[in-house]
């Protein structure tokens, strides 16, 4: 058998038994690939491990950059009280669209508001509101802008809070000296300001699975 085939058997496997898709979460996959939404979404599996985060942070504020199809969002929404809030930063109209809707359907939209447009100008009219810290911050947009993302992220949180950047191995480019493409250049820039930061304490993990070979970067808050 395969690595691949391996990996998702095992994927398989744990989602049957630990984070099963309800009808929503189906629906949102289904209308997702429907509307032509590129197929990057994170597995069922990494959507209960946000959830689990934000339900351990006893998260009541989230924002997450970049929004796709709304999966995520409905994973990291669950997780929240009924005066909850998540704000989610999508670039395009058409995504947020299909996310707005998925999120209705899931009963969730009450607690969700989807900003449509490049994240690095709706994050400066995010701060300008003066919201109080958010207490989870997760990042999965363009990996070219990592490091302006997590600088933003750190403006947005205060002590306590969790930052998670989905997508940094690359395939393991992410240690190839070799590879100078911006996605692995921004993504170890990001990896080495949470080393470096006197705010962050942080660490990555790498994973296989549904989505093959990668890891998230997950950092606390810590002054």
Same mark, same amino acid.
């Given at each position: 058998? &395969?690595?691949?085939?391996?990996?998702?058997? %095992?994927?398989?496997?744990?989602?049957?038994?630990?984070?099963?898709?309800?009808?929503?979460?189906?629906?949102?996959?289904?209308?997702?690939?429907?509307?032509?939404?590129?197929?990057?979404?994170?597995?069922?599996?990494? @959507?209960?491990?946000?959830?689990?985060?934000?339900?351990?942070?006893?998260? *009541?504020?989230?924002?997450?950059? /970049?929004?796709?199809?709304?999966?995520?969002?409905?994973?990291?929404?669950?997780?929240?009280?009924?005066? /909850?809030?998540?704000?989610?930063?999508?670039? &395009?109209? *058409?995504?947020?669209? %299909?996310?707005?809707?998925?999120?209705?359907?899931?009963?969730?939209?009450?607690?969700?508001?989807?900003?449509? /447009?490049?994240?690095?100008?709706?994050?400066?009219?995010?701060?300008?509101? =003066?919201?109080?810290?958010?207490?989870?911050?997760?990042?999965?947009?363009?990996?070219? =802008? =990592?490091?302006?993302?997590?600088?933003?992220?750190?403006?947005?949180?205060?002590?306590?809070?969790?930052? %998670?950047?989905?997508?940094?191995?690359?395939?393991?480019?992410?240690?190839?000296?070799?590879?100078?493409?911006?996605?692995?250049?921004?993504?170890?820039?990001?990896?080495?300001?949470? @080393? &470096?930061?006197?705010?962050? &304490?942080?660490?990555?993990?790498?994973?296989?699975?549904?989505? @093959?070979?990668?890891?998230?970067?997950?950092?606390? %808050?810590?002054?």
């Amino acid at each position: 058998m &395969s690595d691949s085939r391996l990996w998702d058997d %095992v994927d398989a496997y744990f989602t049957a038994r630990l984070a099963p898709e309800d009808d929503h979460l189906t629906a949102a996959l289904r209308d997702s690939e429907a509307a032509g939404l590129p197929p990057v979404n994170v597995t069922a599996a990494q @959507g209960k491990l946000l959830q689990l985060l934000a339900e351990i942070q006893g998260a *009541r504020t989230v924002l997450e950059i /970049g929004t796709l199809g709304g999966y995520s969002t409905i994973w990291l929404a669950r997780a929240l009280p009924a005066d /909850g809030r998540l704000i989610t930063l999508e670039y &395009s109209a *058409r995504h947020a669209e %299909v996310a707005a809707r998925n999120l209705a359907r899931a009963g969730l939209d009450a607690l969700v508001d989807v900003r449509v /447009g490049p994240a690095l100008e709706s994050l400066p009219k995010l701060a300008d509101e =003066n919201p109080p810290p958010f207490d989870l911050v997760f990042i999965d947009a363009d990996k070219g =802008n =990592n490091p302006h993302y997590l600088e933003w992220a750190l403006r947005l949180t205060s002590t306590g809070s969790l930052i %998670v950047i989905d997508n940094v191995v690359r395939g393991g480019r992410v240690a190839d000296a070799g590879d100078t493409g911006d996605d692995v250049r921004s993504t170890r820039a990001a990896i080495e300001m949470i @080393g &470096s930061h006197p705010r962050l &304490s942080g660490t990555a993990v790498q994973t296989v699975g549904g989505k @093959g070979y990668d890891g998230f970067a997950l950092a606390r %808050v810590v002054d």
